[in-house]
């Protein structure tokens, strides 16, 4: 009986490498798998999977004051207090709050009650590679790394009623709290990169990063033939810190066009990207041994 899933997270130092359009080719590709994309700022990869949805639900975060305007006497206590502007006697803004609780604690007339707010929603899809777990956050609203620990584990409770080995997940870009969240405790990590100065640097950063987790990781060159010097920069980078760079995939339109279509590269053609990433899965299937 299937315990713990094998876990995936492709990540990449900054937006725009091509980490969706690789994680859904992957979902062409790999059989007996569940879905989870945890940038959930930006979630996309829906829209090249075709998800129907089954089940979908609110994400409670943060918590703001509520006033009762029967108790409220207009004090202005509660303004005087807030160090974040976030609170006045006529209106609460609830971007601005922290939701600290101290606009309650000075309020004499016990008018302010911290509650809970809605911060996003969750959705678990079938698609025609398998169920899909995705969230959406409210723009502006805290808590972005709770919801991603919540999609990821609608995904194994997906994966463990259903006895699937596997959970492809599309991490967040960056190193923040997002990018953190979809890595924890992941059997392996995928880096796509680009040969530019930020792809580089950003690249290194999401690596130091995986490297504190102790997580193995390996590496896609994406558009690697747009700067050749930068390309090698790269290879250099994975040979000094023993990183398998499992593909160099060149620039292709194809690929936006294929965004356009809403299908994954692999199944819109199959040049010389297409190529690049089955191979490139067919390595990542041994690591995973799946």
């Known amino acids: 009986m299937l315990t713990h899933p094998k876990q995936m997270t492709v990540v990449s130092g900054k937006g725009g490498t091509g980490k969706t359009t690789v994680v859904g080719s992957f979902a062409a590709l790999a059989t007996d798998k569940i879905l ?4 959930v700022d930006a979630a996309n990869l829906y829209q090249i999977v075709g998800p129907t949805m089954r089940e979908s639900g609110d ?3 943060a918590q703001i004051p509520i006033r009762d305007e029967a108790l409220c006497v207009k004090c202005g206590k509660c303004e005087e207090a807030c160090r974040f502007g976030a609170i006045t006697a006529e209106a609460i803004n609830e971007l601005a709050c922290e939701g600290c609780g101290f606009c309650t604690i000075v309020c004499p007339t016990d008018a302010l009650e911290m509650k809970q707010i809605t911060c996003g929603q969750w959705h678990l899809a079938d698609t025609r590679f398998g169920p899909l777990v ?3 956050l409210i723009p502006g609203s805290e808590s972005s790394g709770r919801l ?3 999609v ?3 995904a194994e409770d997906v ?3 259903t006895q699937t080995p596997l959970i492809l997940i599309d991490g967040a870009p960056g190193i923040g709290c997002v990018a953190t969240a979809a890595l924890a405790d992941v059997d392996l990590a995928l880096i796509v990169t680009e040969p530019t100065l930020a792809g580089i640097h950003d690249m290194e950063r999401v690596a ?3 490297r504190h987790f102790n997580i193995p990781m390996v590496v896609i060159n994406n558009k690697y033939d747009v700067n050749e010097e930068n390309s090698q920069q790269i290879r250099d980078y994975c040979r000094q810190h023993s990183l398998e760079l499992l593909a160099e995939l060149p620039y292709d339109e194809t690929v936006t066009e294929a965004m356009v279509k809403g299908v ?4 819109y053609r199959d040049g010389a990207v297409g190529q690049g990433i089955r191979k490139a899965w067919t390595r990542l299937a041994e690591l995973l041994g799946v």
Do not use: W
């Open 59 to 61: 994400f409670f975060g």
């Open 148 to 150: 991603v620990t919540m």
């Open 134 to 136: 995705y969230a959406r």
């Open 36 to 39: 989870a994309d945890c940038d």
């Open 152 to 154: 990821r584990q609608k």
């Open 264 to 267: 994954p590269l692999v199944e």
């Open 208 to 210: 130091e990063l995986i």
């Open 159 to 161: 994966a463990l009623e």
